[in-house]
């Protein structure tokens, strides 16, 4: 009690935390302990320090990996869009290191948690505590998953599962070529079995996809050319 980063919601995350291990309370302490040990040395300052990340590079960033939040699906939960068939390795290798985009996703957690949470559920007139996303794969080229990329999500991963637990509620994957099936297998076991995040549920198409997650507006307006 009391040392819970500030904005976080104490019984929301105490629920996190046991869900992740199985209701054994013991175990859930002792993930915590773990992940508030972790905040303070993942990066000088600690974690807390990144809710306002300085990332300069972020425009290249995203114009190298189109991605962004946009609004909330009908259950008042904020829907975050990635284009992963469109991003290119080559100008997001150019653009930042793998180090500086895994401290920009950690900020991006943080701020979910103490920013986006409380204005869904403020907007929402109930408790928010859980985001979706939404994976664009057209145009996915095998040649992008290389073993560099294959490290950077099982170290990125395992640390939301082990810091972040429950955060992700949904994952919908679109336009999603047959290649791509077993990659997600792959990737789905970078989670400790606890947390792993259930099987993305797919669409299509983008039309699809609407009726699919359910959101009440269209495409995200700085995504729709790409």
């Known amino acids: 009690r009391g040392r819970l980063p500030e904005g976080w919601n104490e019984l929301d995350t105490w629920e996190r ?3 992740a291990c199985n209701g054994d309370v013991e175990a859930a302490a002792e993930m ?3 992940s508030l040990a972790w905040r303070k040395t993942f990066v000088p300052g600690g974690v ?4 306002h990340y300085d990332f300069p ?3 290249a960033v995203r114009e190298a990996f189109p991605q962004c939040f946009h609004k909330s699906d009908r259950l008042g939960r904020p829907v975050q869009y990635q284009l992963v068939g469109a991003a290119d390795k080559e100008k997001l290798r150019l653009a930042t290191t793998m180090q500086r985009i895994l401290e920009w996703n ?3 957690a943080e701020h979910t948690i103490r920013v986006k949470y409380p204005g869904c559920s403020k907007s929402a007139g109930r408790q928010v505590g859980q985001s979706v996303n939404v994976i664009d794969l057209a145009g996915f080229d095998l040649g992008n998953f290389t073993s560099e990329v294959r490290s950077y ?3 990125y991963f395992q640390l939301l599962g082990a810091n972040f637990p429950g955060n992700l509620a949904k994952v919908y994957l679109i336009n999603t070529p047959l290649l791509f099936q077993p990659i997600w297998a792959i990737v789905r076991l970078f989670l400790p079995p606890r947390v792993r995040p259930p099987q993305p ?4 198409n983008r039309t699809a996809s609407r009726w699919l997650v359910g959101w009440l507006v269209g495409w995200p307006a700085s995504l729709a050319a790409a």
């Open 201 to 204: 549920a797919h669409a299509p």
């Open 32 to 34: 915590l302990e773990r």
């Open 153 to 155: 999500l099982k170290q």
């Open 106 to 108: 950690v900020h991006r």
């Open 48 to 51: 807390s320090s990144l809710l």
């Open 17 to 19: 935390f046991c869900v």
């Open 57 to 59: 590079e972020e425009l």
